[in-house]
């Protein structure tokens, strides 16, 4: 009797699985798109920069440090595949004042064009044991993590909603689908972009705006090395379970999963989700129509 109920499971998963290109949407083309990609000066972020402009994609990358912003766009460009492409770079703290980072923002759209894809990448870690983390990291993980995700995000979502287009991915971490030792400052702002995510994309998919969020495990990049220096054992050996991957990997990976915007989980998630996503669908058309209506009158 179980065997049959789990088959039955298998096969309606399956179903869902073959039918999802069906529904899912356009793939997006990054060729001469433009994508701007926070934390695009190191590990993880630099290499999703490769990746798009690999693929004929205008970049502009966002961090703090001037320095090894230039340097990165000078590794970037090195994967041009046109000579019409343009690596830009933006020094801004994106989790301190959001009319900064709107305004830079708005700079990099008027030299490169509305923005076609967000990646927030942008993100620091901090491990150790709950009572040896300083106090005022807490408050710092949460403003980097997560407020340096908001406003990037706020930044570009008028202009996506307008033309009707647009991805944006947040990078949050396997410590932010599952709280573990260690991590009691830097899960709850990957946790937090889940929800965000989450909420965001019911909101803007009648829009035509498409969210994903990474997942990824631990990666060999700098900012990995630097968690390094604190890590507790504990945490190092629950990490050794998942593996160390490599960034290039782990960017291609998120870039494809941005451009075909279909996985399993969002086709199931899609039944329940659906009929959420009509109801928004069917306010916006009726407040479409009463403001038609009031310019009429
Ligand atoms: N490496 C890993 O093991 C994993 C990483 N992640 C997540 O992936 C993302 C990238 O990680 P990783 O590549 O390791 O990080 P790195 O430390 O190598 O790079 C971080 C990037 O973010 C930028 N950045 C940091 N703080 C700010 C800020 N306040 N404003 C603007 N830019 C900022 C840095 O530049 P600058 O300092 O000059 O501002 C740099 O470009 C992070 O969000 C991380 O949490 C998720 C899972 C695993
Ligand atoms: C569906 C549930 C999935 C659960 C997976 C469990 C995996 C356990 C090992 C997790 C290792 C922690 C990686 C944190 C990486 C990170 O974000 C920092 N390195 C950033 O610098």
Known sequence: MLLVVAAFIVAFVLLLYMISPLISPKPLKLNGAHVVVTGGSSGIGKCIAVECYRQGAFITLVARDEVKLLQAKKEVEKFAINDKQVVLCISVDVSSDYSQVESVIKQAQEKLGPVDMLVNCAGTSISGKFEDVEVDRFKKLMEVN???????????????KERRMGRIMFVSSQAGQIGLFGYTAYSPSKF????????????????????????????????????????????????????????????KIIVRDAIVTMGLFRTIALFYLGSFDSIVRRCMIQREQSKAADKRE
């Open 146 to 160: 997560y407020l340096g995700s908001v406003y990037p995000t706020r930044a570009v979502i008028t202009t996506m």
């Open 192 to 251: 937090a972009l889940r929800g965000l995510a989450e909420s965001l994309q019911m909101e803007i998919k009648p829009y035509n705006i498409y969210v994903t969020v990474a997942y990824p495990p631990d990666t060999d990049t700098p900012g990995l090395a630097e968690e390094n220096k604190t890590k507790p054992l504990e945490t190092k050996l629950i990490a050794e379970t998942s593996g160390v991957c490599q960034p290039d990997q782990v960017a």
